[in-house]
């Protein structure tokens, strides 16, 4: 099995930082991509931004300019930093890793973290 343990979430001020981190840990060959999806009260979940084992990056257009992700491959770890944070940042947000469990199969697996909150203050 894989683990994803999130790490940073909290409260902020409207303009403040914030920096999630996601490790991931278990049986792991290769990760294909890993990354942040959010989702607020009463609305579907969606992606923030992901970054792909090439290092090939997709985010939302609203966190555009302002979150950064970045991925230590060494370490299974994703990150994303949050700047210039706003109100409607607010929600739980997710890690996401398609993960290869063996070079045998090429399988990927699809695995979620359990979820930390950001909440953003006007």
């Known amino acids: 099995q894989v683990q994803l343990v999130e790490s940073g979430g909290g409260l902020v001020q409207a303009g403040g930082s914030l920096r999630l981190s996601c490790a991931a840990s278990?049986?792991?060959?290769?990760?294909?991509?890993m990354g942040w999806y959010r989702q607020a009260p009463g609305k579907q979940r969606e992606l923030v931004a992901a970054?792909?084992?090439?290092?090939?990056?997709n985010s939302a257009e609203s966190v555009k300019g302002r979150f950064t992700v970045s991925r230590d491959n060494a370490k299974n770890t994703v990150y994303l930093q949050m700047n210039s944070l706003k109100p409607e940042d607010t929600a739980v947000y997710y890690c996401?890793?398609?993960?290869?469990?063996?070079?045998?199969?090429?399988?990927?697996?699809?695995?979620w973290g359990q979820g930390t909150q950001v909440t953003v203050s006007s």
């Open positions: 278990g049986s792991i060959f290769s990760i294909s991509s």
């Open positions: 996401h890793a398609i993960v290869i469990r063996s070079s045998y199969t090429n399988l990927e697996y699809s695995y």
């Open positions: 970054v792909t084992g090439r290092g090939g990056t």
